[in-house]
């Protein structure tokens, strides 16, 4: 009896190392995704500043 107890509880182990693996890559994933979200913003904001460069140097020159 004890030979099952002991397999049984070794599987336990395996499925909490598992989810812990799964909680890991999920963090990974969401900081990831941060970064990304960053990354668009910084873009943005250089789109916009080039746009607002252009429209400066066009009405230097008589463009509108």
Avoid: P
Wanted: net charge positive; no cysteine; hydrophobic share 45%.
């Amino acid at each position: 009896m004890s030979d099952f107890f002991s397999t049984a509880i070794e599987m336990q182990r395996e499925i909490l190392r598992a989810q812990k693996a799964q909680m890991d890559a999920a963090q990974k994933m969401l900081e990831g995704g941060r970064e990304l979200m960053k990354f668009q913003e910084a873009g943005q904001k250089a789109a916009e500043a080039n746009l607002a460069a252009w429209k400066q140097w066009s009405s230097l020159w008589g463009w509108k």
